[in-house]
């Protein structure tokens, strides 16, 4: 068959499908894009050649917006099925990098098609082409290697099969999923070649759920009945896996309780008997108390990364870790015992060989965090009354409180940077294992707004809600327009609190004293502490084409997130938020090293309680 080798392309993925358990998908669903000279001869040619059916088209604003709601996308989709993202060559390419970093460091998979300067070489330097003197093979796409899991650039048309092939293998593997991408050089995008019909034939990518070793299974469960005290960590993988059932009926027959990380939270229902809640310096009291004084840990799906191990000290020397985990990578990790494969079948396997047994019984203090949880979130004694005459403006917990109230179980909350991932952590309610939807391998401000636009196109039954600070509204508020246009009803609910507050508290903690991370005039000093800004955030949301709410009272606030729940339009609620009331401090350390001299007494000071609340060297159990 003779096509370009965009058309090829666009063909080849237009036939690719994803099964697990028996369902389903679209291996890539759809297509997001922002043409230039480098793609819009090739793969915007191949697209409208295509039609829309083959391969849905969504336009973008910003090339970094796009991968992110191709990573909500997948996510909400357990990484069965993502979307592509088509771009020109140099800025429209290198946009890209953030995106594929945050795909790749939370493990889900999206397809990037940069445009490439021309293989064949007519007239270098074209337009936005690199030239790099000693290495003349190297475009800027090369920036993408180390933030893919794949990089392939296709320099002549017979290496596309292979590649693609290639591409989807990594695309639907558990454990190397992340960024794929496939560099594009603008002439070989448009080049004519005589393809196999064996290459568009229909292909299924059937995502297997190993099982652990059998060996490695009689020894976790041995170490697991010797336990006095067992905890559960649960992480991304429990998500990734569809493992939430499985994971409430090994924490209900064996008793032990469970914790979870920012991508495991909402794994148990927040309610369930055994849950603990957040874990590590975002964590629960009760879930940081079950950690320090657990002897035998399964982690299940995660990474411990810094957050959930609160720096390394939060276990106590001699804990022993047993991983459930896809990726041997992490089973491996805090010296832990791997239990090497999915965590859905892992569970049911590791229960099965649990029979019969039950964790000693033990009480952490779950009721008061709970009531203390309510009484911060305002809502009294947590039967969802009682915010209406909270006070104004309201903290930024009563604004998660107030959306407590209004959501559906099936809703959906989005966030990834500030400081209301923490918050969230500790405080959000989780009713539904995809309720709580937040980026933390990555923290990215801005993946907010384009990332509901992809969780919504994934499950358009479901309602959702981005928490958008105003630091990543200003950064990254471009697709808002994306979803106005293609009638994608997210719902925003923008936080002003006039600058970087969380990272203002970091660095207060750490002696920068707040320095430059509040939006104000920069004043007579030049330190940023004139007046606050005058800018209108709401009319800006307004100004795209939102439909925005701007509440005035604690019952506004929840009489507006109703309405924007209801509205069929994509929205915004715009709350401004009380900084002198905030949520409950942290349980648990994390390590942000502070200057050691210091002619100011502030970082002084801050030096000293550093060294004075640092682990003793050694103290980290898994070092
Ligand atoms: C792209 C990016 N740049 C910088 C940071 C570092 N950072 C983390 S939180 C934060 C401030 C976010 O401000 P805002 O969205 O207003 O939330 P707030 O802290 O005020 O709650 C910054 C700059 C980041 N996470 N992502
Ligand atoms: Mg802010």
Redesign the pocket.
């Known amino acids: 068959m003779r096509l370009t080798v965009a058309q090829a392309l666009v063909r080849f993925l237009s036939v690719q499908f994803t099964e697990r358990d028996g369902v389903r998908h679209r291996t890539v669903a759809g297509m997001w894009g922002i043409f230039g000279h480098g793609n819009v001869a090739g793969v915007g040619q191949a697209l409208l050649e295509a039609g829309q059916e083959a391969m849905p088209f969504h336009q973008g604003r910003n090339e970094q917006a796009m991968v992110h709601a191709a990573v909500g996308y997948a996510r909400m989709k357990h990484r069965l099925s993502t979307l592509a993202c088509t771009t020109s060559i140099g800025p429209g390419a290198t946009n890209l990098v953030?995106g594929a970093a945050l795909a790749t460091v939370n493990r889900v998979p999206v397809l990037l098609l940069p445009g490439d300067v021309f293989a064949t070489r007519p007239a270098d330097p074209v337009l936005q082409q690199l030239e790099v003197p000693w290495a003349y093979d190297v475009s800027v796409n090369d920036a993408l290697r180390p933030v893919s899991r794949y990089f392939d650039r296709i320099w002549r048309p017979e290496m596309l099969p292979a590649s693609l092939l290639q591409a989807m293998r990594v695309l639907t593997d558990p454990v190397e999923t992340g960024a794929v991408t496939l560099a594009l050089p603008q002439d070989v995008q448009a080049e004519a070649y005589d393809w196999p019909d064996e290459l568009f034939r229909e292909r299924v990518w059937h995502v297997r759920r190993p099982l652990p070793d059998a060996a490695a299974l009689a020894e976790a469960a041995q170490l697991l009945r010797s336990a006095r005290r067992p905890l559960v960590v649960a992480g991304g993988g429990v998500r990734h896996a569809e493992a939430a059932s499985v994971l409430a009926q090994f924490a209900a027959a064996t008793g032990i309780p469970v914790a979870e990380t920012q991508a495991g939270k909402g794994s148990l229902r927040w309610d369930h008997p055994q849950a603990l809640g957040a874990i590590g310096h975002t964590g629960t009291a009760p879930a940081d108390a079950a950690a320090r004084e657990a002897d035998v840990v399964l982690g299940v799906g995660t990474r411990w990364t810094d957050f959930t191990t609160a720096s390394g000290s939060l276990f106590a020397p001699g804990t022993r870790f047993v991983n459930l985990n896809a990726a041997a990578f992490d089973g491996h990790k805090m010296a832990g015992l791997a239990l090497v494969g999915d965590a859905r079948a892992g569970l049911a396997a590791l229960a099965a060989e649990l029979a019969g047994f039950r964790a000693p019984e033990r009480e952490y203090a779950v009721a008061e965090w709970r009531a203390r949880t309510a009484a911060v979130l305002g809502q009294g004694d947590g039967d969802g009354g009682g915010g209406d005459d909270g006070p104004w403006p309201p903290s930024?917990a009563e604004v998660i409180g107030a959306l407590d109230a209004v959501l559906a179980d099936r809703d959906v909350v989005v966030n990834a940077?500030?400081?209301?991932p923490g918050d969230l952590h500790k405080l959000w309610r989780s009713r539904d294992p995809e309720q709580y939807h937040v980026e933390y391998g990555y923290?990215?401000?801005?993946y907010e707004i384009p990332a509901a636009i992809g969780v919504r196109l994934a499950a358009p039954d479901r309602e959702v809600f981005a928490l958008?600070?105003?630091?990543?509204?200003l950064?990254l508020p471009t697709e808002i327009v994306t979803a106005v246009q293609e009638g994608v009803p997210v719902n925003l609910v923008i936080?002003q609190?006039h600058?970087?507050?969380?990272?203002?508290g970091l660095s207060a903690q750490v002696g920068a004293e707040g320095f430059a991370t509040a939006y104000r005039f920069p004043g007579a000093s030049g330190d940023f502490t004139g007046a606050p800004l005058p800018v209108d955030l709401a009319a800006n949301a307004a100004s795209l084409g939102l439909e925005v709410f701007t509440p005035g009272s604690a019952k506004e606030l929840r009489t507006a997130l109703a309405a924007a729940r209801n509205s069929p339009r994509a929205t915004a609620v715009y709350v401004e938020t009380d900084p002198a009331r905030p949520a409950p401090g942290a349980e648990a350390w994390w390590d942000v090293p502070v200057a050691e001299v210091s002619a100011r007494p502030a970082t002084r000071a801050a030096r000293a309680a550093y060294e004075a609340s640092r682990p003793a060297p050694g103290s980290r159990p898994t070092l």
Do not use: F, L
């Not at 923290?443 to 801005?446: F, L, V």
């Open positions: 953030t930024q940077a500030g400081s209301m923290s990215c401000m801005g958008v600070g105003d630091g990543t509204y950064m936080v609190n600058g970087y507050a969380s990272i203002g």
